[in-house]
């Protein structure tokens, strides 16, 4: 890999897997999987490259966790990070306590963000956004006087986190199991699904399936009581639950019945913020009126961890008015405002803004889907692709005409993804569904879209060929 330098691991690449064995408790990874195939130690990355300690090299189609926006290696970041930790590495920001980096980022959000955003309220992960906007909710409605509004409806298969809130919100089986989640208030409505769900119900127009999914969220409401339901969240395109854009006319369908029964709208941008959509938030890309947006991945790209709850108006009049009585938002943590992870925000936006990112966004994703289409659609397993901006989701079925899925015990998508790093290529299988995602740099080339589609499909003709030796196809 040309110009990708790297830490060269101190004994060779299975020193350092045996010890990850003994050491690292990874997370989403099965125990047994660690203990028989090991561990792919990453060590060094540039663009949309990346290099384990083996020395293989792969192109990272997923942008790291849909957060890599502007590639690896951005030497700007590091220099930011590099000299904010000389001058202040550390100071809290409770009690009106700030720092000069994240005064300049939370004017620099609110001014990309939509007009009736106020404030913004910082953490370090998507998680605690979503919990921090549980707890803004609930004490939004109990300084309203409202304290039994405390519900929280969000969307089967949706992922908003794995903390105990956000956990719950989350509407993936595997992040409930084991733990005993989902906790009470957090409660779950269908998902909106084009591929499959529309057709199913037997919905042929968009608009028609907006108007039901609306419908099926207010007989909830009402089978919940209104006076009992807080708030609605939702990611704009369904990242984890499939990489699911919404159907024409969705989220407006979806705000008449918010306002009709005094309901907040939570967008949850921590995958589509910063230009994935190829606007700086989907909410403008969809017509989503917000009450809080939350967002992290794209906010540093990856380089530190960031996350931010930006609070609209509503939400903030009411916080302001209550505090006249002297109470405090006692709510934050360590991290909130770390101003090295601010001053890396800020050389991240600037290189967005510089190189004219969200733009370049709108401009390549045509391409990005028809490079895939034009390689992937005739495939065999192939069912459907969808995108949005430069987000991505190949769903693999058993049968094209019948949309007949595999057996969930085959884990095909897995397989897939595990044949296309043989190919040198780095894709997600997402849980609970046969759905390949790809989430690539926004600096991405042609010629790396097209290799990126040439390997891909590589990697599922290979595995179509397994299947068919096994009698699943």
């Known amino acids: ?69 502007v590639g690896y290696g951005r030497t700007e970041i590091a220099d930011a990070i590099h000299a904010q930790s000389k001058a202040l590495p550390y100071f809290h920001t409770f009690n009106t306590m700030a720092n000069d980096p994240v005064v300049r980022l939370s004017e620099r959000l609110l001014g990309l963000a ?19 906007a549980v707890k803004m909710l609930w004490s939004y409605n109990i300084c309203r006087g409202k304290p039994e509004k405390k519900k929280i409806i969000s969307r089967a298969y949706a992922y908003h986190g794995v903390s105990v809130a956000s956990g719950s919100l989350t ?92 309901i907040r709208m939570v967008a949850d941008e921590v995958i589509t913020g910063f230009g994935r959509l190829g606007q700086w938030f989907a909410c403008d890309s969809y017509g989503i009126e917000p009450d809080l947006i939350l967002a992290a991945k794209g906010l540093t790209s990856g380089y530190l961890p960031l996350s931010a709850v930006i609070v609209g108006e509503k939400i903030w009049r009411v916080f302001e008015a209550a505090s006249d009585d002297g109470r405090a938002f006692a709510h934050g943590f360590t991290y909130s405002g770390h101003p090295a992870c601010a001053a890396a925000a800020m050389a991240n936006l600037d290189i967005i803004e510089r190189e004219n990112l969200v733009q370049r966004v709108a401009e390549i994703a045509p391409d990005f889907r028809s490079i895939f289409t034009g390689k992937l659609l005739d495939l065999d397993i192939v069912g459907d692709i969808r995108t949005a901006g430069l987000m991505m989701g190949i769903e ?47 600096t991405v080339s042609h010629k790396d879209m097209e290799m990126i589609a040439e390997r891909a499909r590589a990697a599922i003709v290979g595995i179509t060929a397994e299947l068919r030796q096994e009698a699943l196809l």
């Open 114 to 132: 939509p007009a009736n955003m106020k404030r913004v309220f910082y953490g370090s992960s998507g998680s605690d956004a979503n919990d921090t």
């Open 396 to 442: 693999l079925v058993a049968n094209k005409g019948e949309k007949r899925a595999f057996p969930a015990a085959a884990k095909i998508a897995g397989r897939v993804s595990l044949a296309a790093r043989r190919h040198g290529l780095l894709l997600r299988a997402l849980p609970n569904s046969d759905v390949l995602a790809l989430s690539p740099p926004f």
């Open 171 to 262: 509407g993936v089986p595997m992040v409930h199991q084991y733990f005993g989640l989902p906790l009470e208030f957090a409660r779950h409505v269908s998902r909106p699904d084009l591929y499959r769900d529309a057709p199913a119900r037997g919905f042929s127009s968009q608009e028609a399936y907006s108007s039901f999914l609306a419908r099926e969220l207010e007989e909830m409401i009402l089978a919940e009581g209104p006076e009992t339901v807080a708030g609605f969240v939702a990611e704009p395109v369904m990242g984890t639950g499939g990489v699911l854009p919404p159907p024409r006319g969705y989220f407006q369908e979806i705000k008449r019945v918010l306002d009709r029964y005094d």
């Open 1 to 69: 890999m040309d110009g990708l330098s790297g830490i060269p691991a101190e004994s060779g690449n299975m020193s350092l897997v045996d010890r990850d064995r003994e050491a690292f408790f990874h997370p989403f990874t099965s125990i047994k999987d660690q203990k028989t195939n090991g561990a792919i130690v990453m060590t060094a990355a540039e663009g949309c490259r990346i290099r384990d300690a083996s020395g293989s090299e792969y192109l990272d189609g997923a942008a790291g966790l849909w957060c890599v926006n």
